[in-house]
């Protein structure tokens, strides 16, 4: 049974600060891993998607890293600002599965 | 552009009484669609997820039931809700594609009371 860990629960940065969130996963058999952002009381907004058969996706200040063989996945946030203050998910589909498997989330703050 | 709708943003029913949740999705079509639930501290746990119309697979037994009365509308029922049925429940949709992004509604809070 697929297992995805979030540590820590909780992070508190200055602004300003890059940083770096972690995700790790137990079978390393995926099509492709997502890290989702939550605001207090919303839904889930997608921020980036990397297939299997690649490493990282960029998009902005957000780099997202994907290693299979160690099962682990990075987010890097350049730059931290206030309004990046928000809980962030990983979630990966795995093979044979139409179903995403999600961490617990990492609850970061971004103190200005 | 595709859109996910999901009703009511709020609410607070009493133990045993009925619920209805209804999301729906536009522009596009057989969808994926998926219930999860988001308790207190914990992470998202899949309720239940339909690949089309009347198809409904249950991930968790419980006090719920899913329903796909028409392509693009699913609800989450339960006759008699529970305490421990109280959490932030959430709607998404993805492509028909294994491995695709999958997209969230803006989610629904209820509190049994």
């Known amino acids: 049974k697929q297992e995805v860990t979030q540590i820590p629960a909780a992070l508190s940065v200055p602004e300003g600060e890059n940083l770096v969130l972690n995700c790790s996963f137990t079978?390393?058999?995926?099509?492709?891993l997502q890290w989702f952002r939550q605001d207090p009381g919303k839904g889930l907004t997608s921020l980036l998607l990397i297939q299997s058969s690649q490493r990282e996706q960029t998009s902005g200040r957000l780099n997202a890293s994907l290693d299979k063989s160690s099962g682990r996945s990075t987010l890097y946030i350049a730059a931290s600002q206030p309004g990046d203050s928000a809980t962030y998910l990983c979630?990966?589909?795995?093979?044979?599965?139409?179903?995403?498997?999600f961490g617990t989330g990492t609850r970061l703050t971004i103190i200005p | 552009s595709q859109t996910i709708h999901q009703w009511p943003a709020t609410l607070v029913q009493p133990v045993g009484s009925p619920l209805s949740l209804e999301c729906t999705v536009e522009g596009t079509s057989n969808p994926n669609l998926y219930w999860y639930r988001q308790a207190a501290g914990r992470g998202l746990q899949l309720l239940f997820y339909s690949v089309g119309i009347g198809q409904i697979s249950s991930e968790v037994p419980q006090n719920l039931s899913a329903s796909r009365p028409q392509d693009r509308q699913f609800i989450l029922s339960s006759k008699k809700l529970l305490l421990s049925d109280s959490g932030f429940y959430l709607c998404?949709?993805?492509?028909?594609?294994?491995?695709?992004?999958?997209?969230f509604g803006e989610g629904s809070w209820l509190t049994v009371v």
């Open positions: 979630a990966l589909y795995a093979f044979g599965n139409e179903k995403l498997t």
């Open positions: 998404a949709w993805s492509r028909q594609v294994p491995g695709n992004t999958i997209y």
């Open positions: 079978d390393s058999a995926i099509y492709n």
